[in-house]
């Protein structure tokens, strides 16, 4: 063999690596998942920059058993109901209404959440009378299920904020009458800033919903049937009931 032989197939070996490892890779960034965590405890969380909570710990697990190692990311609720559109194989957990329905794939339903009004202790306002309580001034978290379960429940003077810290924060300096959300996303809410449990007072039971896994409606039928096999795993085998008593998660009948 010459030289120049020798040389053209070092060159031809090198661009084939070169082509595979691209292509290899590409396959791997399509098929690249993101979850995108709302930032709701005790669901998701960051602490110290590090991704808590029971949705964060589920993903953690799902992943480890996949030996994958997907981008997680906590992020706004707002930011997550928008930012899991428009591209495949974004991830993320939702409650599931009517105005999502059509929005996402709707892969396992996992958590749920009982979602009611909260006032002070001290309040003397109605929070057990729908009529009443319509004409309260009711915070609830921006593009929550609290907000639109208000709307269509006809509340009339909705205060929408970022999260439910805030809102908590509003009651218990009087800016709101009550406050509409999850049990035990208020209650971790309040815990954060302070408040003891028995410094509220609950009200109307208004409805339970279910905290699903969903995906972009881009995400490719196989993937989203990957995905919902693994999660599916960890409910049916009491993982996700085990993380849930851990984080002292109450049940809707409670």
């Known amino acids: 063999m010459n030289l120049r032989t020798g040389e053209w197939r070092r060159g ?73 559109r428009g591209k495949p194989n974004i991830l993320t957990f939702l409650g599931r209404t009517p105005a999502r329905e059509q929005r996402y794939l709707w892969l396992v339903p996992l958590i749920e959440e009982q979602f009611l009004l909260f006032t002070r202790r001290d309040s003397t306002v109605e929070i057990h009378n729908l009529d009443v309580a319509r004409r309260l001034a009711v915070g609830v978290t921006r593009n929550s299920i609290g907000e639109e379960l ?9 205060k929408p904020s970022r999260d439910e810290e805030t809102n908590v924060r509003k009651l218990m300096s009087g800016r709101i009458d009550a406050w509409l959300g999850g049990r035990n996303g208020a209650l971790e809410a309040a815990a954060h800033v302070g408040i003891p449990r028995g410094d509220l007072r609950e009200g109307l039971v208004l409805e339970n919903y279910v905290v699903w896994l969903a995906a972009s409606l881009e995400t490719p039928p196989a993937e989203a049937s990957r995905w919902r096999d693994a999660f599916e795993a960890v409910r049916v085998d009491g993982t996700l009931a085990r993380i849930l008593h851990k984080h002292s998660y109450l049940p809707s009948s409670k």
């Open 12 to 84: 031809f070996t090198y661009r084939y690596c070169c082509g595979l490892l691209c292509w290899l890779s590409t396959i791997a960034s399509a098929h690249a998942a993101e979850f995108l965590l709302p930032n709701l405890p005790p669901f998701a969380y960051t602490v110290r920059g590090v991704s808590a909570g029971i949705e964060a710990e589920l993903v953690a697990e799902v992943l480890r058993r996949m030996q994958r190692n997907d981008s997680v990311t906590v992020v706004p609720l707002a930011r997550a109901t928008v930012n899991a």
């Open 150 to 158: 208000a709307q269509r429940l006809n509340f009339i003077y909705l």
